[in-house]
């Protein structure tokens, strides 16, 4: 398989799962403004959409879309538990979760990414914008679980990690949300996120430690 990605970006999550699945894959460093790879491909041949992630399967198949990517990545390998069977209630609430993730968490950080610098009142409209969603994860957090769906840490959890890890780069404290910093913290100690940002080049090796 081969992963188009950007540093950092939402794909981050597809590779993070890479990682927990140990399934063997190529990633390619894409740049979505331009449309070419570091190997050298034209992505918008290859998504035409232009943003990642793009995974192409061993098959040739192109599979765009986070929600669908990370299904299709925690099916490759079902005994992993990654996500409920399908069909099931518990795998509809995975699809509920995903949905939140990429159109409402995910969406709300776009203004910060726009490339526009935001004014005073653009940044507290946005900022409001991403703590009614961050609310949303500490609800869904309050009883003690761990991870979003319960105890069992699924694909939502690494997508979720990595859009609310942005809030850092973006100088936004998640501070007023105590169970969701932990959450954050929890899930960047795990060895494949750690891996995936080191090879993102997000961290270096040192901070493994
Ligand atoms: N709906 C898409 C959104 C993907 C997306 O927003 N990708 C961003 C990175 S997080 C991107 O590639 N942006 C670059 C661009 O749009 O040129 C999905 O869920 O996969």
Known sequence: ?????????????????????????????????????????DFRKISPNGYVPALVTNDGDIIT???AVLQYL??????????????????TRL???????????HKSFSPFFSGAELNDE??????AGVGRRVAHIERSLADGRAFLLGDA?????AYAFVVLNWAGFVGVSLGAWPKTQAYVAHIA?????????????????????
């Open 95 to 105: 699809q509920e979760a995903l949905n939140f993730v990429s159109s409402e968490l």
């Open 74 to 91: 925690a099916d490759q390998i079902p005994d992993a538990g990654l996500a409920p069977s399908n069909g099931t209630l518990e795998r």
């Open 189 to 209: 100690a795990r060895p494949a996120t750690v891996k995936a940002m080191v090879a993102e080049g997000l961290i270096e090796q040192e901070q493994l430690a």
């Open 122 to 127: 653009a940044r507290k409209k946005t900022e």
């Open 1 to 41: 398989m081969r992963l188009h990605y950007k540093p950092g970006a939402c794909s981050m999550a597809s590779h993070i799962i890479l990682n927990e699945l140990g399934i063997p894959f190529e990633l390619d460093k894409t740049d979505t403004e331009l449309g070419t790879t570091e190997a050298g491909q």
């Open 153 to 157: 840490y699924t694909v939502v959890d």
């Open 65 to 67: 879309e986070n929600p």
